[in-house]
């Protein structure tokens, strides 16, 4: 992310436009948060964050103004040897001569919005926090299955995309195949969308590359969902010992977010689909606070202490 990307950005309308400073646009963000520079305009620098972007808005531009100029090139100078990411002007504003000069000179990008301070402050702040949060992109499949996005992984060619397609035809939606893009969004959840090439497509092999959308309409697909549940497709193993209660539940990690994760050996006879959607039903259910397999467990527990205790008294 960098100062050129705030120029061309067109979705949360920032409207920005370049004043001066065009040798530092490759100056690289890494902050969501901007600052009001206020004190730091008077050559008190204490608590200037060199990282952020820096707003001023009518206040500052007037206060730079009413200085004499050769104080207001002192106090700039100052602010200006710090390494700065960039000036961004509010309302359209003006800039004075000498800091057009200066920020030419020290390449620091001054930008002017014609948004008010405020509503740009929120603008920007929202766009910096969705552009800068971590992203990863894993192999597997991502489906909304009755509201809980099901991010299904798993070997190459244990039947990811199959599964996916019987869900979207019991009336289930997808999000991704194949390749999923992820992104970390704060506090701690996660949104999983497709690549713009493979969006609403999915590859089946033996019948090829097929448009969901094109298919069976717009209600089978979503263009991107909070991953709420990993199910992992596993070979079936007779030597293998599976979780046959699930009273403990496994997690997950992505980008340090712990998720649910659930490990379904795949072998000729078992309903994939079903399962699934049963694992999603079970989801919303342990959401809603009922843990079956940990309630039957102490039901189970509670009788056979009752017998224990029987068989003490005879």
């Given at each position: 992310m960098?100062?050129?990307n705030?120029?061309t950005?067109?979705?949360y309308?920032?409207?920005?436009?370049?004043?001066?400073?065009s040798?530092?646009?490759?100056?690289?963000?890494?902050s969501?948060?901007i600052?009001?520079?206020?004190?730091?305009?008077t050559g008190?620098t204490?608590?200037?964050?060199p990282?952020?972007?820096?707003?001023?808005?009518?206040?500052?531009?007037?206060?730079?103004?009413?200085?004499?100029?050769?104080?207001?090139?002192e106090?700039?100078?100052?602010?200006?040897?710090?390494?700065?990411?960039?000036?961004?002007?509010?309302?359209?504003?003006?800039?004075?001569?000498?800091l057009?000069?200066?920020?030419?000179?020290?390449?620091?990008?001054?930008?002017?919005?014609?948004?008010?301070?405020s509503?740009f402050i929120?603008?920007?702040?929202?766009?910096?926090?969705?552009?800068l949060?971590?992203?990863?992109?894993?192999?597997?499949?991502?489906?909304?299955v009755?509201?809980?996005?099901?991010?299904?992984?798993?070997?190459?060619?244990?039947?990811?995309s199959?599964?996916?397609?019987?869900?979207?035809?019991?009336?289930?939606?997808?999000?991704?195949?194949?390749?999923?893009?992820?992104?970390?969004?704060?506090?701690?959840?996660?949104?999983?969308?497709?690549?713009e090439?493979?969006?609403?497509?999915?590859?089946?092999?033996?019948?090829?590359?097929?448009?969901?959308?094109d298919?069976?309409?717009v209600?089978?697909?979503?263009?991107?969902?909070?991953?709420?549940?990993?199910i992992?497709?596993?070979d079936?193993?007779?030597?293998h010992?599976?979780?046959r209660?699930?009273?403990?539940?496994?997690v997950?990690?992505?980008?340090?977010?712990d998720?649910?994760?659930?490990?379904?050996p795949?072998?000729?006879?078992?309903?994939?689909?079903?399962?699934?959607?049963?694992a999603?039903?079970?989801?919303?259910?342990?959401?809603?606070?009922?843990?079956?397999?940990?309630?039957?467990?102490e039901?189970?527990?509670s009788?056979?202490?009752?017998?224990?205790l029987?068989?003490e008294v005879e």
């Amino acid at each position: 992310m960098t100062i050129n990307n705030l120029l061309t950005e067109t979705e949360y309308g920032l409207n920005l436009t370049l004043v001066a400073g065009s040798r530092g646009l490759d100056n690289k963000l890494t902050s969501p948060r901007i600052q009001k520079p206020g004190l730091a305009l008077t050559g008190y620098t204490e608590h200037l964050h060199p990282g952020r972007i820096q707003v001023l808005g009518n206040t500052e531009i007037s206060y730079l103004r009413q200085l004499p100029q050769d104080k207001a090139r002192e106090y700039l100078s100052i602010l200006c040897s710090f390494p700065l990411i960039a000036f961004i002007m509010t309302k359209g504003l003006e800039a004075p001569d000498f800091l057009k000069e200066i920020s030419e000179s020290a390449g620091i990008p001054l930008l002017v919005s014609p948004h008010q301070s405020s509503t740009f402050i929120s603008l920007i702040t929202k766009f910096l926090e969705e552009s800068l949060l971590p992203k990863t992109h894993l192999h597997g499949v991502l489906v909304d299955v009755l509201g809980v996005g099901v991010f299904l992984v798993g070997k190459s060619g244990i039947g990811k995309s199959e599964c996916a397609l019987d869900l979207i035809l019991k009336g289930n939606r997808l999000v991704a195949d194949d390749i999923v893009f992820i992104r970390k969004k704060m506090p701690a959840s996660l949104v999983g969308m497709a690549g713009e090439l493979l969006q609403y497509h999915m590859e089946i092999r033996g019948l090829g590359i097929i448009n969901i959308k094109d298919l069976f309409g717009v209600s089978s697909i979503r263009e991107k969902k909070i991953i709420d549940l990993v199910i992992e497709l596993v070979d079936w193993d007779a030597n293998h010992e599976y979780d046959r209660l699930g009273i403990d539940d496994a997690v997950y990690t992505i980008l340090d977010v712990d998720l649910p994760h659930l490990k379904i050996p795949v072998r000729p006879g078992r309903n994939l689909t079903s399962i699934i959607e049963v694992a999603a039903r079970n989801y919303l259910l342990k959401g809603m606070g009922y843990h079956s397999a940990r309630e039957f467990h102490e039901q189970l527990m509670s009788r056979l202490e009752v017998r224990h205790l029987g068989d003490e008294v005879e």
